[in-house]
């Protein structure tokens, strides 16, 4: 595919950096999964890359020319630092990620105030700092590929500076039903709703398209083009992984902290959506009904830390750290430790884990797609079984081979978890090699290519 001209905008680019004790930039390891998933797709080709510096680090890394990576073009914008924490935290993080994943306890939040109507002022002038970088520096005609919930203003605002652009939006969460939806002010569900109008609107599943749709219907905005294209798991790019020293050490790591022990594994952020106490206390459960599984089996919860500055996510990492406490008081004995919770980011541990656990949960609440369910089955060489949430996009391909659950209903989970421990070898090693092979259907070079193709 030819991507000479193609503009890809997302809010995190290809690298995130920190301050080193002589305050100079140094990069590290990106957030969530969008940055990870582009940054392979577009090393090497033409395309330009608008991204946000979130940070001093960033800023002063953009300042040197640190930002640019494989080749890729970079362009930042730079908000100032305050609207950009307002847009960041207080919109798209505390409140938008929090509608689409209808995480809301509603007896409390949201609390739609002055605060808050300064903050989405906020954020309408970080798309706007969006729109006035990419609109004198895209190709005539040129693709505009907008990546996610931080930019839903954004098509249409170059829409009415640059008719001629042919404009992508792609949500990597769900988006909620119209009955979620309600909760946003009038006036910022129609401004929501048709600022993405604008472009052709693309998302992992069905289920999520069907539900943008209803929302416009029932906001009275006539709904854009739409089209569903699930993002996939790299098959190349891990199995390279998977044969490196980084990975052999990573797993002789591991080994030292799992024994010879059975294996349930999740591999996640810290991040309310991911239903993380649901699988301590499903475990906590299985422990109770299954008294033989005690002392033969671990879970490994590897569990790194996301978007700090909320305190939302800072509370919810502390009940995480004391649910898995809960578990290893009530099960431990001198020589077993029931759950390993791993809160540090150790991305080679994490794959490693991969490749040989014999359960892998992935139960969250609601998740646009989650890649970590396909990468597993690719990379797994155990005939792992995959435990899945009827809530994530990725069951709508992987629905029928992976055991499915109600990710609130924690006897089910343990269920679930009791029936993928016991399950005879060939049956295991039969739903394995399937998941796999309908992982490989497609790959991230398709997902790119069906917003190429919905750009028209
Ligand atoms: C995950 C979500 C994406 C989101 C990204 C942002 O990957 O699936 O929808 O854009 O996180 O993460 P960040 O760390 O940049 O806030």
């Not at 998977?242 to 022990?261: F, I, K, Q, V």
């Not at 081979?401 to 924690?410: C, K, Q, R």
């Amino acid at each position: 595919m030819d991507r000479s001209g193609l503009v890809v905008v997302s809010n995190r680019g290809p690298l995130s950096f920190e301050l080193d004790p002589a305050g100079q930039p140094v990069a590290t390891a990106p957030g969530g999964g969008l940055a990870t998933t582009l940054r392979p797709l577009l090393a090497g080709s033409d395309a330009t890359w608008v991204a946000c510096a979130m940070s001093d680090a960033d800023r002063k890394a953009a300042d040197q020319g640190l930002m640019g990576v494989d080749g890729i073009s970079i362009l930042t914008v730079e908000p100032d630092p305050a609207v950009y924490r307002m847009a960041y935290d207080v919109i798209s993080n505390a409140t938008l990620w929090f509608v689409h994943h209808v995480l809301f306890d509603l007896t409390r939040r949201p609390r739609f105030d002055r605060r808050w109507a300064g903050a989405w002022d906020a954020y309408r002038i970080y798309n706007a700092a969006f729109a006035q970088r990419i609109a004198p520096a895209a190709r005539e005609h040129a693709t505009v590929l907008v990546q996610d919930y931080h930019l839903t203003l954004l098509p249409r605002m170059l829409a009415e500076r640059r008719p001629d652009l042919k404009l992508v939006h792609f949500s990597h969460t769900p988006f909620a039903d119209p009955s979620a939806f309600t909760v946003l002010p009038d006036a910022v569900r129609h401004e929501l709703l048709s600022g993405m109008a604008s472009a052709s609107c693309g998302f992992h599943t069905q289920r999520w398209r069907d539900a943008f749709v209803a929302c416009c219907t029932a906001e009275g905005v006539e709904p854009p083009p739409t089209f569903v294209a699930p993002l996939a798991a790299d098959p190349r790019g891990l199995a390279d992984r998977a044969t490196s020293p980084a990975c052999a050490a990573a797993a002789e790591r591991l080994h030292r902290l799992t024994g010879d022990r059975r294996v349930v594994l999740r591999v996640d952020r810290v991040e309310p959506s991911k239903n993380l106490l649901r699988g301590f206390w499903a475990f906590d459960e299985l422990l109770d009904r299954h008294p033989e599984l005690r002392g033969t089996v671990v879970f490994l919860a590897l569990a790194y830390g996301s978007r700090q500055t909320l305190p939302e996510y800072l509370a919810y990492g502390t009940e995480v750290e004391q649910a898995a406490r809960v578990v290893n008081e009530r099960w431990a004995t001198d020589d077993w430790t029931p759950v390993i919770l791993e809160v540090a980011d150790d991305p080679d541990r994490s794959f490693a884990a991969l490749t040989s656990y014999d359960v892998l949960l992935v139960n969250p609440i609601r998740d646009g797609l989650n890649l970590v369910a396909k990468e597993g089955p690719l990379v797994n060489t155990t005939d792992g079984v995959v435990v899945l949430s009827n809530e994530a996009g990725s069951v709508e391909e992987l629905g029928t081979e992976a055991l499915t659950i109600n990710p609130f209903d924690v006897s089910a989970t343990a269920d679930a978890l009791a029936g993928a421990l016991a399950m005879p070898a060939e049956e295991r090693a039969r739903r394995a090699g399937a998941l796999a092979d309908l992982v490989r259907r497609r790959t991230p070079d398709d997902w790119l290519a069906d917003q190429v193709a919905a750009a028209g």
